[in-house]
């Protein structure tokens, strides 16, 4: 009797997570990734902090070597190998590599495909010196990049969360920077409150924001020289693109794998496709809002590594389900933490809800404890049921784990009620004795 | 017709609290504050900080003034007034002030009692340069000692969370400093994964802990000359006794107001004491524990704020509830953040939990992002039904909000599968991809 074998699409968070949970929950399987970079294993959310510091090896986050999967977790990789299609019926997969293909055909099939830059359809994108940043691949081209002497300008088109942490490297590396963006607000979606405090961060900076600004053209010759707006034109000798990432589904949409309204293919909660024994896990396929009551495309590491565990785990024969996110999400914009869980007042909006909302400005430490900072505590919540749907936070320290608070909160269906009344840690170098968060949700009580 | 006429035993957190929700709620009250101190409303908690450093005055603890309590919130404030009975039959209490006493009735009574010192039966407790710290007064007088030049070496008698705080702050200001506790863990009640850690901050920065000595004198003319211990003799000339708080209930007790098993005022979720019209809130009172079900002595200024609200609202008509606490609990030693919440172990199994544990360390920050410190979590869980019961953090940075995150979790009747579903935040510099809180759940699950 041959042993099973499971078939694993992309590397990284998901891929991997799948790959070594199957593996070691059923150590007789096969267990083969097809990669199509360089690296399965590495921190990718680390790669502008790694950009930033030019003394540092972009090899640094690399976090296991495929070496290691080997020797020790006895799961085969294959590197630079890219795979071309699906056959669902012959449960096979064709995979292609420097010229050659090849079929393998699976028991069980992981996809694991993530998502890529959302391409601009510009001219100029091809120049050297604009690039994009998704694999550590791009990473370590844009750190060679940046070694040349005599860089100046960078402009970075889009002002997510990539945009802003890769604007702060590039002012590390000494570069006067602009970021640019479609939309008004920086990050896109939050609310005034915050997006003023990001502008008057970046303005302390020195980076530029233009908001509003569509991007025309880039140009240049041997290298990029402007990037061209319906507003200005802007000297560039380096430019990010980062406006926004998109789901890889081609393999799948072409496999007849069901993809979701979303764009992202569509799973049950065991992270099983639309075909039989295949799974998806990570930022390819849909990740289930627990406030919107439906999948999203939310791309992010942790639901990434979450959600390759349990199709795993699921491959092996358990039946393990995701229970769904709240979207939560963090970034660092210089000495300005950003993040947001649940639902910006828009969408709660649209997803049915009477979304009243409110603001409030506190001490990160307690009253003359040195060192306090200013955070600001935005919560979304049902009008006529005190439900809480959402909060946007932003402030010089401890934002992060304010934020986990709030999306254990949502994940219990808490009211703003609920929250006044936590328990909340109190010494004086970590919170004032009314938690800015409490201070919030008693004000929304008032308010509700 | 007069108006109605509210009483406040006590001041700071729990007694301004109620004073100012019962007064903005009915404006017609009448409200007097009794505080035996000089001080209404301040930061106590900021004490040890504010005494490490000799350029800042102590009334930067003040966060409000009794003239602003009356100019602003039309609350009569009486100072150094010592409350010396409570007539419940009569409905007014006796108030001594420099020998006169005076008979005040009332509508209303809210006892605001708060804790104090567990008085040490010791021979030389009354020696100069022998405090305690508790009020505002006592931090004053220790840092008006402290002036004094030829001071080397304090003893620290408790190693609690004042007596850790105090350890450092003195040791800051250039003393020597000996920890002692009865007990062999620091903080007491802390599992020794935990306690080892902070032992190792406290060697780390030269400060001395003596566990399991119990102390026999106090010794001097002047001034305090030394520590007898049933161990050895330490020079000393300071020493601070740190041996925990005992709720103040005396005036209760003698009105004939119901205390309960724990030893302070027994209320119902309204704050109402057994007395009607009498109301207590603060550490004088039982705060509801909800993992045990029953009313426990607990002080905390986050507990004193929320109960005095609740306590004022109710006196003005309202039908608010405590709805209880988890136990939460914070402090710094050194660089060290240490904290714990819901049940230890022993707590647990007490209640009639089958306690399991799980502990972890893991890096406070991503892979390769650098500044990343250690963290140690550990879970108390119900082995069969995988109920959190609580959670022991130490760790270099991040741990409050952590610790909030379980707090919440406790609150929702969590089990550690919920934890690990948890949608926590992540960006490189806040927390590992895997949050320490979803790796230690994690390992909980497959444990439980």
């Known amino acids: 009797m041959t ?45 502008p902090y790694n950009i930033a510091d030019p003394r540092r090896a972009i090899e640094d986050l ?24 699906i056959d669902v019926k012959k449960q096979r997969i064709s995979v292609r590599r420097e010229g050659a293909l090849e079929w393998f055909s699976y028991d069980w099939l992981v996809i694991a495909t993530g998502c890529r830059p959302r391409e601009l359809a510009l001219p100029g994108v091809r120049i050297e010196g604009v690039f994009s940043l998704h694999h550590l691949d791009d990473a370590a081209r844009i750190k060679r990049y940046l070694l040349q002497p005599g860089l100046k300008k960078a402009v970075v088109v889009g002002g997510g969360h990539i945009g802003l942490e890769m604007a702060e490297a590039l002012c590390l590396r000494g570069l006067e920077v602009v970021v640019l963006d479609r939309l008004a607000a920086t990050p896109p979606g939050y609310p ?6 990001v502008k008057t961060e970046l303005e302390r900076k020195r980076v530029r924001f233009l908001g509003q600004a569509t991007v025309k053209a880039i140009e240049g010759r041997e290298r990029v020289e402007r990037v061209v707006t319906d ?5 560039a000798d380096f430019v990010l693109l980062a406006a926004g990432v998109v789901p890889a589904v081609e393999l799948a949409r072409q496999a007849g794998i069901e993809i979701g309204p979303s764009g992202a293919i569509k799973v049950n909660p065991f992270q099983e496709t639309s075909t039989p024994g295949v799974f998806s896990a990570g930022d390819c396929c849909e990740a289930w809002h627990l406030l919107l009551g439906r999948g999203e495309f939310i791309p992010r590491g942790t639901t990434a590594n979450k959600q390759g565990r349990i199709a795993g785990a699921n491959v092996a024969g358990a039946q393990e389900k995701f229970s769904g996110v709240v979207g939560t999400s963090i970034t660092k914009v210089f000495d300005l933490e950003v993040g947001h869980t649940g639902l910006f007042e828009e969408q709660a909006r649209s997803a049915g809800y009477q979304p009243a909302t409110v603001s409030i400005t506190a001490s990160t430490r307690a009253h003359a404890y040195p060192g306090a900072r200013k955070i600001t505590v935005r919560l979304v919540f049902d009008r006529s049921s005190g439900k809480l749907l959402g909060g946007q936070l932003a402030g010089g320290e401890f934002v992060a784990k304010r934020l986990d608070v709030l ?12 929250l006044a009344r936590l328990d909340a840690s109190y010494a004086p170098p970590f919170a004032p004795v009314w938690d800015p968060l409490l201070v919030a949700a008693n004000q929304a009580r008032k308010e509700g």
């Open 231 to 235: 507003q200005s034109v802007l000297d």
């Open 62 to 85: 690399v976090v296991i070597t495929p070496e290691r999967f080997r020797s020790e977790r006895n799961i085969e990789v294959r590197l630079r190998h890219r795979v071309e299609e």
């Open 3 to 47: 042993n099973k074998r499971l078939l694993v699409i992309g590397g990284v968070a998901a891929g991997m997570s799948a790959a070594s949970q199957a593996k070691r929950r059923m150590p007789e399987l096969e267990v083969l990734v097809f990669e199509q970079g360089d690296y399965v294993s590495y921190g990718a959310c680390g790669m």
């Open 407 to 418: 999306a254990a909160a949502l994940q219990s269906g808490w009211t703003v009620e609920d």
């Open 192 to 197: 005034e409150e915050i997006t003023r405090l």
